[in-house]
């Protein structure tokens, strides 16, 4: 298995524009963890789905902020409008099944916003 | 919801030494706990993790220890070398049905000096 794989790596974006961030998790997994990383506030857990179905999205910081798993293969994280503070590091992260507890992260989307 | 606190934010030892990270956790249902190291610019990756029915568990130089009753549990690095240099992330779990969240700590970072 490649692992979680996300898209783009980087991605640069004017204020206001809507950014998509997509994630594919490992086969398998069950749950899948979007989070989101500065150097300010760490790892902080914005969403987290399992079977597909958002279970806790308590972290999401405004409404400009809203994700989707329409399937077990893909998730999306998007922000409409983008905003300068939402600069940062965006994990997705799956668990589950055959990985049991531990979480595998994937590469990460580096975020700016001018 | 869970809330992880972590210490301390900095850490500097020297090669040889041992080093020593604390997290408290305040959900009493949390059940797993991972440990994750994450070198600069590349994703968190689990080093070592325990569960809430274990007390501690040693892997090489590394080793983590917790106390359910206190709600807090701590990473052991023995004969540090320059290579254990990282930041440093605990997390809690708390994982059965549906529920799954896991809450990271701000994170440590490790400075080994030669």
């Known amino acids: 298995d490649a692992g979680v794989i996300q898209s783009p790596r980087h991605e640069v974006t004017e204020m206001g524009q809507e950014v998509t961030l997509r994630c594919k998790p490992i086969s398998g997994h069950d749950y899948l963890f979007w989070y989101r990383q500065t150097m300010m506030r760490g790892l902080e857990l914005l969403i987290y789905?399992?079977?597909?179905?958002?279970?806790?999205d308590s972290g999401m910081p405004e409404d400009r902020f809203s994700a989707k798993m329409p399937n077990a293969s893909f998730s999306t994280l998007k922000i409409q409008p983008s905003e300068p503070r939402d600069s940062a590091v965006y994990f997705c992260a799956s668990s589950g099944q055959r990985g049991g507890t531990e979480a595998f992260f994937g590469q990460g989307t580096r975020l700016t916003v001018v | 919801g869970e809330n992880v606190e972590q210490h301390p934010s900095t850490l500097s030892v020297q090669e040889g030494d041992s080093a020593v990270i604390k997290c408290t956790y305040s959900?009493?249902?949390?059940?797993?706990f991972p440990w994750y190291k994450q070198e600069l610019g590349k994703r968190p990756q689990l080093i070592i993790d325990i569960r809430s029915n274990v007390g501690e568990k040693k892997d090489q130089r590394i080793a983590v220890t917790l106390n359910k009753t206190a709600k807090h549990f701590s990473l052991h690095i023995t004969e540090t070398q320059p290579e254990d240099s990282a930041v440093y992330f605990c997390?809690?779990?708390?994982?059965?049905?549906?529920?799954?969240?896991?809450?990271f700590g701000k994170g440590t970072k490790l400075s080994v000096k030669p």
């Open positions: 789905f399992n079977n597909n179905v958002p279970i806790d």
């Open positions: 959900d009493s249902a949390s059940n797993y």
């Open positions: 997390a809690a779990r708390t994982y059965g049905g549906s529920q799954g969240n896991l809450i």
